[in-house]
C-alpha cells in the first residue's frame, strides 16, 4: 500500500483484517501509540482465535491463554514503527473475563505500564510477560557482545586456549598468562586450578554452565570477573568453540579470551598481539583478503606476514580444497560458525600443509576472526595408522583362513581314516574328534568372514554347529527339531571353549538321550543374570540319565571335557532336575 506514515501503516492492519473478516480490534481510549519509548496500545480483541478455541471446547483456563495473539500483534507494531514493542494479555475470555484485553508497551518500558494495570485491574497476580521476548532481548544483547572483537582499528588484549576433553590437558597462548598473571612455566596440571582461583564466585556456575553447552558440541560466549594474588580486578569476556572429530563427539574446545577491563585498545596493541602470538591467528575481511596473522603463519607456511597480508587467502589453496573452502567462506559471511574445518594450504616450497580451522564472523566490522591449528603431522599419522591396521586385519584374515584349513583337512584325515574301522566304538571316537575339530574349525571360519576380530555372533555360530552336528549323526534321516536363542556376541578366547562345551553336550544329547523322532527337541539359550554374568541352558526332551548320578562322578571323555572347558571360562557347571530329558546351566564370564 505505499503507506509510510506509522498511524498510517497501524490503521491500514486492522481495516483490511476487519474487512476481510480475519480480525476486530477495539482501542482504548488511554492508548497513546506515539512512535518512540512512550508508546502505549490498551485494545481488546473480541474474537482472539486462541481463546475462542477454549470456549469452544467449553473448558476454562487458569490463566490468559492468548500468547500468539500477543505476539502477532507486537510483532506487527514493532515493524511499523520501528521500536521494540512488546504485547502481554491482562484479561481473558478463556479465564471467564468479559474481556481478552491486552497492553502493548516499548521493552524497557511494559515492566511499568504492567504494575500500573495490577492495581487498576485489581489482578490477583502479575501477568507473565512470554519468553520469547525475554528471549530476543537476551539476543539482542548477545549480538552486541558477539565475538572476541568488535572493530579492525580498537581491539582488546587477547589470548587463545585449547583444552583436550580426553586428556584434560589445558594449552595457552604468552598472552592469556599475562591477562590472568599466572606464571608461563606453570604446567597443565596445576594451570587449570590456578585459572579457577581466580574467577570470582559469583561467576563459577555460570562458567560451569558454559563448559557443558560445550561439551554438547555448542558454542557459547561469557563474561565474568577475575581477582589476581596481587589484588588486581579485571574484566573477562570469553568464548569457546567445540571440536568435533568425524563421529560427532567433541574432543577439543578453542576459544579466546579477552581483557575489557579497559573496555577498548588500539590498533598498535592488536598487532603487537599478533606479532607476538605463535599461534596460528589470523582476521580476513569480507573479500576473502588477509587483514591480520599471527607469527605462527610465517612457520608453517614459509610465507612472510607481509607475503600474506593483503592477498586473497585462496590463492594458497590447494586445488582440489577451493570448492569446500568457498562454501564454507560464505557459510561465515552469512553468521554460520565453521568448526573443525580443514583444507590444505600451499607452502612456500611448493608442497602443502593440512590446517584445521574454528571461525567466527562479524558483520559490524566485515571481519572473520579465526583460530587455525597445523594438523599435517597429525593426519599423516593417522593414515599411517589405518595402512598398518588394514595390513594387520589382512593377516588375521590369512591366519584364520589357514587354520580353518587346516582343521578342514585333520578332519578328512580322520574322516578317510575312519573308513577303514569296523568297530563301532573306535568309529565312534573318531567320529567325536573330528566333530570337536569342526566346532573349533567353525570359530575361525566365522573370524574369517568377520570385519571385527574382536567379536563373534555366536547365535551364527550355533545355527551352523547343531545341524553340522545332527547330521553327522543321523544324515539326511534327522527328525530332530532344534531352538536356539543366543543374541550374544564373544570374543576367540571365550568362543572356542564354549563351542566345544555345546558341541559336547549336543553329542550327548544325540548319542544317548534322543530317538530321532517328530517329538525329539534340543535347546539352547544364553543370556546375562541379574549379577551380570553369562549363563548357558542347554538340553534336551529325551530319556535323560537312567539313574540319578552325581555329576562329579561322571568319567566319560565327554563330560570330563565339558568340567575342564567349563573351568577355563571361570563357570560353574549345574545339571538342573527336570522330569524329561537332560539339562545344564553353566554360569560364566567372557574371558
Given at each position: 500500500?505505499?503507506?509510510?506514515?506509522?498511524?498510517?501503516?497501524?490503521?491500514?492492519?486492522?481495516?483490511?483484517?476487519?474487512?476481510?473478516?480475519?480480525a476486530?480490534?477495539?482501542?482504548?481510549?488511554?492508548?497513546?501509540?506515539?512512535?518512540?519509548?512512550?508508546?502505549?496500545?490498551?485494545?481488546?480483541?473480541?474474537?482472539?482465535?486462541?481463546?475462542?478455541a477454549?470456549?469452544?471446547?467449553?473448558?476454562?483456563?487458569?490463566?490468559?491463554?492468548?500468547?500468539?495473539?500477543?505476539?502477532?500483534?507486537?510483532?506487527?507494531?514493532?515493524?511499523?514503527?520501528?521500536?521494540?514493542?512488546?504485547?502481554?494479555?491482562?484479561?481473558?475470555?478463556?479465564?471467564?473475563?468479559?474481556?481478552?484485553?491486552?497492553?502493548?508497551?516499548?521493552?524497557?518500558?511494559?515492566?511499568?505500564?504492567?504494575?500500573?494495570?495490577?492495581?487498576?485491574?485489581?489482578?490477583?497476580?502479575?501477568?507473565?510477560?512470554?519468553?520469547?521476548?525475554?528471549?530476543?532481548?537476551?539476543?539482542?544483547?548477545?549480538?552486541?557482545?558477539?565475538?572476541?572483537?568488535?572493530?579492525?582499528?580498537?581491539?582488546?588484549?587477547?589470548?587463545?586456549?585449547?583444552?583436550d576433553?580426553?586428556?584434560?590437558?589445558?594449552?595457552?597462548?604468552?598472552?592469556?598468562?599475562?591477562?590472568?598473571?599466572?606464571d608461563?612455566?606453570?604446567?597443565?596440571?596445576?594451570?587449570?586450578?590456578?585459572?579457577?582461583?581466580?574467577?570470582?564466585?559469583?561467576?563459577?556456575?555460570?562458567?560451569?554452565?558454559?563448559?557443558?553447552?560445550?561439551?554438547?558440541?555448542?558454542?557459547?560466549?561469557?563474561?565474568?570477573?577475575?581477582?589476581?594474588?596481587?589484588?588486581?580486578?579485571?574484566?573477562?569476556?570469553?568464548?569457546?568453540?567445540?571440536?568435533?572429530?568425524?563421529?560427532?563427539?567433541?574432543?577439543?574446545?578453542?576459544?579466546?579470551?579477552?581483557?575489557?577491563?579497559?573496555?577498548?585498545?588500539?590498533?598498535?596493541?592488536?598487532?603487537?598481539?599478533?606479532?607476538?602470538?605463535?599461534?596460528?591467528?589470523?582476521?580476513?575481511?569480507?573479500d576473502?583478503?588477509?587483514?591480520?596473522?599471527?607469527?605462527?603463519?610465517e612457520?608453517?607456511?614459509?610465507?612472510?606476514?607481509?607475503?600474506?597480508?593483503?592477498?586473497?587467502?585462496?590463492?594458497?589453496?590447494?586445488?582440489?580444497?577451493?570448492?569446500?573452502?568457498?562454501?564454507?567462506?560464505?557459510?561465515?559471511?552469512?553468521?554460520?560458525?565453521?568448526?573443525?574445518?580443514?583444507?590444505?594450504?600451499?607452502?612456500?616450497?611448493?608442497?602443502?600443509?593440512i590446517?584445521?580451522?574454528?571461525?567466527?564472523?562479524?558483520?559490524?566490522?566485515?571481519?572473520?576472526?579465526?583460530?587455525?591449528?597445523?594438523?599435517?603431522?597429525?593426519?599423516?599419522?593417522?593414515?599411517?595408522?589405518?595402512?598398518?591396521?588394514?595390513?594387520?586385519?589382512?593377516?588375521?584374515?590369512?591366519?584364520?583362513?589357514?587354520?580353518?584349513?587346516?582343521?578342514?583337512?585333520?578332519?578328512?584325515?580322520?574322516?578317510?581314516?575312519?573308513?577303514?574301522?569296523?568297530?563301532?566304538?573306535?568309529?565312534?571316537?573318531?567320529?567325536?574328534?573330528?566333530?570337536?575339530?569342526?566346532?573349533?574349525?567353525?570359530?575361525?571360519?566365522?573370524?574369517?568372514?568377520?570385519?571385527?576380530?574382536?567379536?563373534?555372533?555366536?547365535?551364527?555360530y550355533?545355527?551352523?554347529?547343531?545341524?553340522?552336528?545332527?547330521?553327522?549323526?543321523?544324515?539326511?534321516d534327522?527328525?530332530?527339531?532344534?531352538?536356539i536363542?543366543?543374541?550374544?556376541?564373544?570374543?576367540?578366547?571365550?568362543?572356542?571353549?564354549?563351542?566345544?562345551?555345546?558341541?559336547?553336550?549336543?553329542?550327548?544329547s544325540?548319542?544317548?538321550?534322543?530317538?530321532?523322532?517328530?517329538?525329539?527337541?534340543?535347546?539352547?539359550?544364553?543370556?546375562k543374570?541379574?549379577?551380570?554374568?553369562?549363563?548357558?541352558?542347554?538340553?534336551?526332551?529325551?530319556?535323560?540319565?537312567?539313574?540319578?548320578?552325581?555329576?562329579?562322578?561322571?568319567k566319560?571323555?565327554?563330560?570330563?571335557?565339558?568340567?575342564?572347558?567349563?573351568?577355563?571360562?571361570?563357570?560353574?557347571?549345574?545339571?538342573?532336575?527336570?522330569?524329561?530329558?537332560?539339562?545344564?546351566?553353566?554360569?560364566?564370564?567372557?574371558?
Amino acid at each position: 500500500m505505499k503507506l509510510e506514515n506509522p498511524i498510517e501503516k497501524l490503521s491500514a492492519g486492522p481495516v483490511h483484517f476487519a474487512y476481510s473478516g480475519w480480525a476486530f480490534v477495539e482501542i482504548l481510549e488511554e492508548s497513546n501509540p506515539s512512535p518512540d519509548e512512550n508508546f502505549f496500545l490498551k485494545y481488546n480483541h473480541p474474537y482472539s482465535f486462541e481463546a475462542n478455541a477454549w470456549i469452544k471446547k467449553g473448558e476454562k483456563s487458569k490463566e490468559p491463554v492468548c500468547t500468539m495473539n500477543a505476539a502477532y500483534s507486537s510483532g506487527w507494531c514493532s515493524e511499523s514503527y520501528g521500536i521494540p514493542l512488546t504485547a502481554v494479555e491482562l484479561t481473558c475470555r478463556a479465564k471467564g473475563d468479559e474481556n481478552c484485553t491486552f497492553v502493548m508497551a516499548h521493552q524497557d518500558k511494559i515492566e511499568h505500564y504492567l504494575e500500573k494495570e495490577i492495581i487498576n485491574q485489581k489482578l490477583k497476580s502479575k501477568p507473565q510477560i512470554p519468553y520469547f521476548f525475554e528471549r530476543k532481548e537476551i539476543e539482542e544483547k548477545l549480538k552486541q557482545q558477539e565475538f572476541l572483537l568488535k572493530s579492525s582499528q580498537s581491539l582488546s588484549k587477547i589470548g587463545s586456549w585449547e583444552f583436550d576433553v580426553k586428556t584434560k590437558d589445558l594449552i595457552w597462548s604468552d598472552e592469556l598468562f599475562n591477562i590472568f598473571e599466572i606464571d608461563k612455566n606453570t604446567s597443565s596440571e596445576r594451570l587449570y586450578e590456578s585459572y579457577i582461583s581466580r574467577i570470582l564466585k559469583q561467576d563459577l556456575s555460570e562458567l560451569e554452565r558454559c563448559t557443558q553447552i560445550a561439551l554438547n558440541g555448542e558454542k557459547y560466549t561469557i563474561q565474568h570477573g577475575i581477582e589476581t594474588p596481587e589484588g588486581n580486578k579485571k574484566w573477562i569476556f570469553g568464548t569457546g568453540i567445540p571440536v568435533k572429530n568425524n563421529k560427532g563427539k567433541v574432543v577439543k574446545i578453542m576459544g579466546y579470551a579477552q581483557d575489557i577491563t579497559n573496555s577498548i585498545t588500539t590498533e598498535i596493541e592488536l598487532n603487537k598481539f599478533f606479532k607476538l602470538s605463535m599461534d596460528m591467528l589470523c582476521v580476513a575481511n569480507f573479500d576473502g583478503e588477509f587483514v591480520k596473522v599471527s607469527k605462527g603463519w610465517e612457520k608453517s607456511l614459509g610465507f612472510s606476514r607481509n607475503e600474506l597480508i593483503g592477498r586473497k587467502f585462496i590463492d594458497y589453496i590447494h586445488k582440489d580444497d577451493i570448492n569446500k573452502t568457498i562454501e564454507a567462506f560464505e557459510n561465515s559471511i552469512s553468521g554460520e560458525y565453521i568448526t573443525d574445518f580443514e583444507n590444505r594450504y600451499i607452502t612456500a616450497d611448493g608442497n602443502y600443509r593440512i590446517l584445521n580451522w574454528n571461525s567466527a564472523s562479524d558483520k559490524d566490522t566485515g571481519l572473520i576472526y579465526c583460530i587455525v591449528k597445523d594438523v599435517t603431522l597429525e593426519r599423516a599419522a593417522e593414515i599411517e595408522l589405518k595402512n598398518t591396521l588394514h595390513e594387520r586385519e589382512i593377516l588375521l584374515k590369512e591366519v584364520h583362513h589357514r587354520v580353518k584349513n587346516n582343521m578342514q583337512i585333520i578332519s578328512s584325515l580322520l574322516n578317510l581314516q575312519s573308513s577303514f574301522i569296523n568297530d563301532k566304538s573306535i568309529l565312534y571316537l573318531f567320529r567325536e574328534s573330528q566333530n570337536r575339530i569342526k566346532s573349533i574349525g567353525g570359530i575361525h571360519e566365522l573370524l574369517y568372514q568377520s570385519t571385527n576380530f574382536g567379536d563373534i555372533k555366536f547365535e551364527d555360530y550355533l545355527k551352523k554347529l547343531i545341524p553340522d552336528l545332527i547330521y553327522s549323526y543321523f544324515s539326511n534321516d534327522s527328525k530332530i527339531n532344534f531352538e536356539i536363542d543366543a543374541d550374544v556376541n564373544f570374543n576367540i578366547d571365550t568362543s572356542i571353549p564354549l563351542g566345544l562345551i555345546v558341541n559336547e553336550i549336543i553329542s550327548n544329547s544325540l548319542k544317548h538321550g534322543l530317538n530321532n523322532n517328530e517329538k525329539d527337541l534340543i535347546y539352547l539359550k544364553i543370556n546375562k543374570n541379574d549379577f551380570g554374568n553369562y549363563e548357558l541352558v542347554i538340553g534336551d526332551n529325551g530319556k535323560g540319565y537312567t539313574k540319578p548320578e552325581n555329576i562329579e562322578n561322571l568319567k566319560s571323555l565327554g563330560l570330563m571335557l565339558i568340567e575342564e572347558l567349563t573351568h577355563q571360562l571361570n563357570g560353574q557347571l549345574i545339571k538342573t532336575n527336570i522330569k524329561r530329558g537332560t539339562e545344564y546351566k553353566i554360569i560364566f564370564n567372557e574371558i
